[in-house]
């Protein structure tokens, strides 16, 4: 294999050219940029992983505090480092590579590869085919590299994030995070509060995207500059009523609102509480109390569709899926529908060593995740789900329990590594594409259902059967879901009028 060179524009040519491929995860779909090296970026950070990196000891030590840190985070790197000059790192079935320079692909390859792995999200395009139009250029999605376009929307210029405001504190002693600019600390902020859910990372910067444009209309900013009337002039915006195209007037929906503002009040009380921001103007700007009031689930199976995929999963494979991948996929079915967790939680942490199976005296699993806001919770596991978890370890060559201070992680990619979170997304797709194919000719409604469920309807339909279907006390509901507030819990309750009726009806007995 040819040794890589660095990114070039023209390494597109035998790639299908990066422009024509179209992001739909985003409203209004967006091209992939033309630039190699910028269309790298932006896929990386759409996923939430990365795709293509080129390291050098140089490189390490530049983003890590010393060599003992960079180590720590990054062993294969430093390892393949020490004996060589150049080392690469990227992403190939699901999991992280890490090779020397000399024996890697070219940065083309394992990015058409990645496109193409990911194709329920990019899609390659004819040559006249164009996406729409965005409406507001801040909004488009565009890639996030490093230094001061990590938000650079349409029309500001590099430099109006690249400097500190009035509010900005210039004291060492008391900054913690030792930056001087909003640039590093927006991504210090990114990186720490967003950086476990690609979802999360994609919504946070949209959201600060959005307000960085409209300081540049409003020729206000950077961000630590703004006052308190500077974000509720924007608070205002985000509420007003707008035409759209047709002339039809709208106005954002509240839970919108809500999270754009619970967003940008995030970001300054998190500079706040680090010391780079002198005051908070955002103190009480979002109305997060009330968002959680008023959200409630809407994105759930019914319990027949539940127990047909249950089926589905407990039954027997097709014949051209091995043993084995099917061993797993019953594995990684079983975990996110009984333990109602979310999807990056079931990925491998190899520094905390989680998620991780303790096993108690009586052969009963407990589940330890690492949740939101890294806080560790256990989940008990119900009996049911142990045949098909201990059926997948003994295919893998291991006890049928696992043994205490067992650190491996609990699902294994064929390669022998552990299985990345868009695999365990694609198994969790796989089963409900099975059980989909399985229906009947005259279940329309339920095969729709299924074709676009994911694994966090797994996980609303966990919350729904401990709140509605069996009472279970919130704060012990909140405790096994991992919520952080009791509210977002009792929203499901709201899902089901019968309960509510049934609970005035007992109350208030007819005489």
Same mark, same amino acid.
């Given at each position: ?82 004996? =060589? ?51 507001? +250029? ?57 950086? =476990? ?31 308190? !009337? ?44 680090? &010391? ?84 108690? !005296? ?34 893998? +060559? ?79 509901? !909140?405790?096994?879901? &991992?919520?952080?507030?009791? !509210? ?24």
């Amino acid at each position: 294999m040819k040794p890589s060179r660095p990114p070039e524009p023209s390494d597109l040519s035998h790639a299908s050219h990066a422009s024509r491929w179209l992001d739909t995860g985003c409203r209004p779909p967006q091209p992939v940029p033309d630039s190699l090296e910028a269309a790298i970026e932006y896929v990386a950070h759409a996923l939430g992983h990365p795709v293509y990196v080129r390291w050098t000891l140089t490189a390490l030590k530049r983003g890590c505090p010393s060599l003992a840190d960079a180590k720590r985070e990054h062993p294969a790197v430093f390892a393949l480092l020490l004996e =060589h000059d150049a080392a690469i790192e990227y992403w190939e079935r699901g999991r992280l590579r890490v090779v020397p320079e000399s024996t890697a692909p070219a940065a083309a390859t394992v990015l058409e590869r990645v496109l193409r792995q990911h194709r329920r999200r990019f899609r390659l395009t004819g040559p006249n085919d164009t996406p729409s139009d965005a409406p507001d +250029g801040a909004l488009a999605a565009r890639p996030m590299a490093t230094g001061e376009d990590v938000l650079q929307p349409t029309g500001v210029a590099p430099a109006w994030l690249a400097r500190g405001g009035r509010f900005a504190n210039a004291a060492a002693l008391t900054n913690t995070l030792g930056v001087a600019d909003d640039a590093r600390a927006v991504r210090l902020f990114l990186r720490e509060r967003a950086s =476990h859910s690609p979802h999360t990372l994609r919504a946070y910067v949209t959201e600060l995207r959005r307000l960085a444009a409209w300081c540049s209309r409003e020729r206000l900013g950077p961000f630590s500059d703004l006052t308190r !009337q500077d974000l509720m002039a924007y608070r205002d915006v985000l509420q007003a009523a707008r035409a759209d195209a047709s002339g039809t007037v709208r106005r954002a929906a509240p839970a919108s609102v809500s999270r754009a503002l619970a967003v940008i009040s995030s970001l300054y009380a998190w500079w706040h509480r680090t &010391g780079y921001l002198g005051v908070n103007p955002a103190e009480g700007l979002a109305a997060g109390r009330r968002a959680r009031m008023t959200w409630t689930p809407v994105r759930f199976l019914s319990a027949a569709a539940f127990a047909h995929c249950d089926a589905v999963a407990a039954g027997d494979a097709l014949e051209d899926i091995p043993p084995a991948v099917w061993a797993r996929r019953r594995a990684v079915w079983t975990l996110y529908r009984f333990a109602g967790i979310r999807l990056a939680e079931l990925v491998w942490n190899e520094a905390l060593a989680l998620p991780r199976i303790e096993v108690d !005296q009586a052969r009963q699993w407990t589940l330890h995740v690492n949740g939101k806001g890294n806080k560790v919770r256990a989940v008990p596991l119900p009996s049911a789900c142990l045949p098909a978890l201990r059926a997948y370890r003994r295919l893998r +060559g291991l006890t049928d329990d696992p043994p205490p201070g067992e650190q491996l992680p609990l699902i294994h990619s064929e390669r022998g590594r552990a299985l990345g979170a868009s695999g365990l997304y694609d198994e969790v797709r796989a089963v409900f594409a099975l059980a989909a194919a399985r229906l009947p000719s005259g279940e329309s409604a339920m095969r729709a259902a299924l074709e676009g469920a994911s694994t966090h309807w797994l996980r609303h339909g966990y919350a729904r059967t401990l709140v509605v279907d069996h009472r279970v006390p919130l704060p012990v509901a !909140q405790a096994l879901l &991992g919520h952080a507030s009791v !509210q977002t819990t009792a929203a499901y309750a709201r899902t089901d009028g019968t309960q509510l009726r049934d609970f005035v009806e007992r109350s208030f007995p007819t005489s």
